[in-house]
């Protein structure tokens, strides 16, 4: 049985006990991953999926995190006064071993998915939105006024300022004792036109 994956932007044609060479993944030597971009199974009764074939997986072995063969980038320019760079790549790769080629039931197989160096999973990029706190009751946007962004905001906030009410109060002397952030008299007058509705 043989199967076609896709990873890195490239497909690969494997079988079990094949070893490749893949654009880098996130694992470290020795972990068990799995490839779930699988095109094509082939054998007895060779199912063809549209894009990819659902249930399917590739379950490989990483053997290494290796580099490529040097690549070397020359360019001259006739005639332009000896105009000419050279620049070398050495292009990150993973050794994998393929160990099982799975028909069906990968989503229960609990395997590591394979990723890229720069992806993350779906729900670890979810998470930072859900993180997101609504602004406490009887607080205003502080942004609101001029010269206030969002790290500004929280500095006001973790000084204990968290409504124009409670700015438009502000004294000379009171401004004076924020250490957290520098006061500006502009905010105190916004505050207090935006205070009042």
Known sequence: MFAVLKTGGKQYK???????????????????????????????????????????????EVVDQIKGEKLIHFVKRRRKHSSKRTKGH??????????EILASGADKSGVKIATGKGDAPAATKAAPAAKAKAPAAGSDDLTQLTGVGPAAAKKLEAAGLTSFAQVAALSADDIAAIDAIKVKPEWVEQAKDLAKG
Request: proline share 4%; hydrophobic share 50%; no cysteine.
């Open 14 to 60: 494997v079988q079990a006990g094949d070893i490749l060479r893949v654009e880098k993944l996130a694992a470290d030597a020795g972990e068990t991953i799995q490839f779930n971009d699988i095109l094509m199974l082939g054998g007895d009764a060779p199912v063809v999926g549209a894009p990819f074939v659902e249930g399917a997986a590739v379950q490989a």
């Open 90 to 99: 050495r292009q990150k790769l993973t050794l994998v071993k393929i160990t």
